[in-house]
């Protein structure tokens, strides 16, 4: 298995991200992280976790620089920018597709929060490279215009009592042309904290990645 700390090149920003790839890895997931999180995430670490034991790599990315991170701390100015986001994913998605152990590997996002906007995004302007999408207590509305233009399979896991995304998420899904689901685990709220609750997270994951990847 490898476990490294690497740095994906993205326009005059270098991104910190923890690639592992597993022996026999199937496919590669890069985790698009939510508004004032980072690769260190410990649910996003622990949905990572899952889907390598399931054979999957994965990369961790920050999004943001340390500096970015730093300026937005009062304003919020890039996290929430979806466009810079989603390019960076692009970018990183190019970044794979470089390197010699996972330039074959099918890819899949699974995003967060405002990382799931971002992904979605990124698999519009990737679309022969993005083999499926995941958002986790995501904002797919936050995609905008590029919801009719995702042709990859989105699956769209919300808690059950997390109203407001729930709303946004079955709203977001009415405008995907493609392959979706919203799938609802009930009793959840937004950080998926309750016993139970992010394991089937993982689960769902794992079985949508391996039925797409």
Do not use: C, K, Y
């Not at 079955?170 to 685990?185: D, I, K, Q």
Request: charged letters at 20%.
């Amino acid at each position: 298995m490898l476990s490294a700390t690497v740095t994906v090149p993205s326009g005059g920003a270098d991104l910190a991200g923890d690639l592992e790839i597993p022996a026999g890895v199937r496919a590669m997931v890069l985790f698009a992280h939510g508004s004032g999180s980072s690769r260190h995430s410990p649910r996003n670490r622990a949905v990572a976790a899952a889907l390598r034991a399931a054979g999957f790599g994965t990369l961790l990315l920050d999004l943001l620089t340390a500096e970015e991170e730093r300026e937005d701390a009062g304003t919020g100015e890039h996290r929430f920018d979806i466009g810079l986001l989603s390019r960076r994913l692009a970018h990183a998605i190019d970044w794979l597709e470089q390197r010699p152990d996972t330039a074959d590997l099918p890819v899949g996002l699974f995003g967060a929060s405002t990382g799931a906007a971002a992904a979605l995004v990124a698999a519009t302007e990737r679309p022969g490279r993005v083999s499926a999408v995941v958002s986790r207590g995501g904002r797919p509305d936050l995609a905008g215009d590029a919801l009719a233009l995702v042709g990859s399979p989105v699956l769209l896991v919300v808690g059950g009592d997390d109203g407001t995304v729930l709303a946004l998420n079955r709203r977001a899904a009415e405008r995907l042309p493609g392959e979706h689901r919203v799938h609802v685990v009930p009793g959840a709220t937004h950080l998926f904290p309750e016993p139970g609750a992010l394991e089937e997270v993982a689960r769902l994951a794992a079985a949508w990645f391996g039925e797409h990847l």
